[in-house]
């Protein structure tokens, strides 16, 4: 697999295979995400649950597979021998873009896994249609923590059943790691937000928002160094 990451891609640039899925799928993606936003503007309820629960449950999981061959795909570290620019644009443009672009990478999958349980937790259905509840809509400490507690117990058993069958891996490890992480974030996300907007309705879609404008300039700013890296300044990747 990885070597087919590797191959040319299939845009005609210097890209490898790899840069291209990773650029397609996040046009995909944001594509999908503008038409739910639309669709959650126009209250058409049950196209904007589906729509957007599929298209992230598929982004995160597409991503997180996809770092085990290539780790962050057009924004891999290889940029120090792959950028064919000067030190200088390296240094003030490029590095500053694709920093941008990593914290927006982990902002974004955080805000994906949050929306989705939010998405679930705020929702009512009145006379068969999908709307967004009016009401408090909060959690304890405690759920919080016998929620994690449980996960974590089902990680270790994951993780040690793969040690026993296929050995110790540490890019494995780091991925179990990395979900918890992740879980642990998102539950931080969520006990101090729901201080903000106590009311489930009016906190998804506030975030909602925020979400939207984060993927959107996730999307710019990975087009960006992708384009520096494989169309305006090749190095010699590809």
């Keep these: ?13 210097h890209a490898t295979m790899g840069a291209d899925l990773s650029q ?34 598929t982004m995160v999981g597409f991503f997180t597979a996809y770092y085990l061959f290539r780790q962050l795909g057009v924004l891999a570290f290889e940029g120090k021998e792959g950028f064919g620019g000067s030190q200088a644009l390296y240094d003030y443009v490029f590095i500053p873009v694709l920093t941008i672009h990593i914290i927006l990478v982990i902002i974004g999958l955080v805000m994906a896994v949050y929306m989705i349980v939010l998405g679930f937790r705020s929702q009512q259905f009145l006379s068969g249609a999908r709307v967004l509840s009016v009401a408090r809509l909060q959690t304890s400490w405690k759920k919080v923590s016998l929620i994690f507690a449980a996960l974590l117990a ?45 009311d489930g309705g009016q906190r998804h879609r506030a975030l909602g928002r925020f979400t939207m ?12 160094t992708y384009a520096m890296l494989y169309i305006l300044y090749p190095g010699k990747i590809g």
Excluded: N
């Design 213 to 224: 404008i984060v993927y959107c300039i996730l999307f710019l700013t990975g087009t960006f």
């Design 154 to 198: 089902v990680v270790m058993l994951l993780f040690g059943a793969r040690v026993m069958s296929a050995g110790f891996s540490m890019r494995k490890l780091e991925v179990y790691i990395g979900f918890l992480t992740l879980v642990a974030i998102v539950f931080a996300v969520e006990m101090g937000i729901q201080r903000i907007w106590p």
């Design 1 to 13: 697999m990885f070597e087919f990451l590797r191959q040319p891609g299939f845009f005609g640039t």
């Design 24 to 57: 397609l799928m996040a046009t995909l993606f944001t594509g999908l995400f503008i038409i739910g936003w639309l669709q959650a503007k126009q209250h058409r309820g049950h196209h904007h649950h589906w729509l957007m629960l599929g298209g992230m449950v």
